[in-house]
């Protein structure tokens, strides 16, 4: 599904006229003053001058109190924000408070003034978008049942008008389940939906226990075997081979959701993922490297979990007796030094530390729910066999506990959300959820640098007493042409559309190919010229677009293709042209069946960008194009 690109019409050539013919000498009359007055060909060559974009970081900041309610009534002043460790100034703040109940939102602060000539940023988007993102490899089916529960009545109720909602699962890849929408019916039938999948927590608890059966082996033949001690160096054979594996599945959770935080970046507006599971585990194994420690380190005497050997003295239950592997000599295992040690070098904190990172570069923020609740782990349940209960000892449960929350806990914290941990009722926690959608302040400042590329670091401080402020923690500097690819993306995966240029778009009739079985589809454009920047190069006026598509099927989507597509208008029809359109045709390449085109229209001039998406059926017999 490789599309084409080439261009059919260099003039609009068309005898419509675009508005009132009022409106557009009007406007040309304005334009001819404006370039007259600045004579733009006499200051810079043919062609186009440099381009300055306003760049402005918006960062959204959530104040609590003591008890942790949020802190109404704060103005610009009380804010400081440091960019890489070095204070900036704030130029744009608004107090947001969106909650029904309070009536009309709270007057903004004014911003303070700009330079002359500095362009006005825009207004923080309060549109929310939100991800339900339910990770059914890291979850077990009741779990999954009590949160789809409570989460049907979350968003059945409190929707706010102009909110939208998409319902997603890992199923050992990122699934849609549900596009972006405000439909509370569709989003409780998908919602259903999402109850009827498989899910592999179940199937992680058996393979812990498993890897802890196979150490008690280790162990109980070691000590059946004179010429071997206790602990002997390969009973951390199977707590490396669960870690490893484990670690693998990971990583492969953090894949899928830097997918889906990648697929989101050019959605505009407020982004939020809401991410349900029974926890990822930083430490993958952790909690095996710490049976080996009780049982082998000597340190499970403090642990009930039997009696300690001490000296040579013969125990009278060898198997559930704590070792010392250090009095046992170099054939043992020593876990006293060592299973520390193993378990850190299968930690992922350094995938967590860039998912996050990640994560703000695109402004999305992290709320992470433990599906699981109070309850420990499966470990605890009366399945297990008398050795099997070592699992449930305090100082194992706690490592596995802390080890899966610690991941949620960092995710969130850093991107500016909240962790929902050990609760059986979530409603609370959901509510908490609502609570930072509808009631922040939106902070500004214009940083010195612009679309560098690079990751910076970001602190807010609030100069009241008492107060505790949550915001992202750092931000990534798009330059313009990957922002612009973000959102043709965001356009193409969820009809995420915005016209400011008012660009038509009408898919044409497919031709098939002669051989391949594929077929060309034009997709035409039509751009009104009064939208348009337009440039005085002496007997001519220029302009420039930069055009962007791409296409998603059943087989995947294409890469984003570009074109630059220069124009002119001889000075003697520029009156008339302002009243036409531009026209131009893309020739895609495309497969038989359903098919997504995006397209994105920049004007290089003003760099004003229109996003749009269409659906095309592609058949073999009748092709059915949709147009809009």
Known sequence: MEPRTQRTARTTGTSERRGSPVRAVLWVLFVLYVLSSAPLAAQQPPGFGEVVEVNVVNVDVYVTDKAGKPVSG??????????????????????????????????????????????????????????????????????????????????????????????????????????????????????????????????????????????????????????????????????????????????????????????????????????????????????????????????????????????????ADPVNTIYDSRLLGPDSYQAASQANLDAQTYSVAGDVERLAAHANAHRVTLYTLEASGAQVSAAADASLGPNERLLQFPSISRVHKANRQDTLTALASATGGRAFLDAVNFLPDLALMRQDFDRYYSLGYAPAHSGDGKEHRLEVKVKRPGLKVRSRQSYRDKPALERTLDRTLAALLYNVEDNPLEVALEIGEPALEAQGGRYIVPVKLRIPLFKLGILNDQEKYKGRLRIFVATRGEKGMTPIRQVEVPFEIPREQVMFAMGQYYGYTLSLQMTPGEQQVAVAVRDETTTTTSYLSRAVNVGAVATASQNR
Request: with cysteine; aromatic share 6%.
């Open 74 to 315: 704060l103005g610009k002043a009380d804010f400081e924000v440091f960019e890489d460790g070095k204070r900036v100034e704030i130029t744009n703040f608004e107090a947001v408070d969106r909650n029904p109940a309070t009536g009309a939102p709270a007057p903004a602060a004014p911003a303070a003034p700009r330079p002359a000539g500095e362009a006005a940023a825009a207004a923080p988007e309060t549109g929310l978008h939100l991800v339900v993102y339910v990770d059914n490899f890291n979850i077990r089916f009741s779990n999954r049942a009590r949160a789809i529960q409570q989460l049907r009545e979350f968003l059945t109720r409190q929707l706010v008008p102009g909110d939208k909602v998409m319902i997603a699962s890992y199923d050992l890849g990122m699934n849609v389940r549900l596009p972006f929408t405000s439909d509370p019916a569709a989003l409780s039938a998908a919602l259903d939906g999402l109850g009827t999948l498989s899910v592999q927590g179940d199937e992680d608890e058996r393979a812990r226990r498993h890897a802890f059966q196979e150490i008690m082996t280790f162990q109980e033949l070691a000590i059946l075997d004179p010429n071997e001690p206790p602990c002997p160096q390969k009973i951390a054979v199977p707590a490396h081979a669960y870690a490893r594996a484990k670690r693998q599945e990971v990583q492969r959770t953090f894949s899928a959701l830097t997918l889906l935080v990648n697929s989101l970046s050019g959605v505009p507006g407020r982004k939020a993922v809401l991410h349900v599971s029974d926890g990822i585990s930083l430490a993958p194994g952790a909690e095996m490297f710490e049976l080996l420690f009780q049982i082998c380190g000597g340190g499970g005497s403090s642990a009930g979990i039997g009696a300690t050997l001490n000296g040579t003295d013969v125990p």
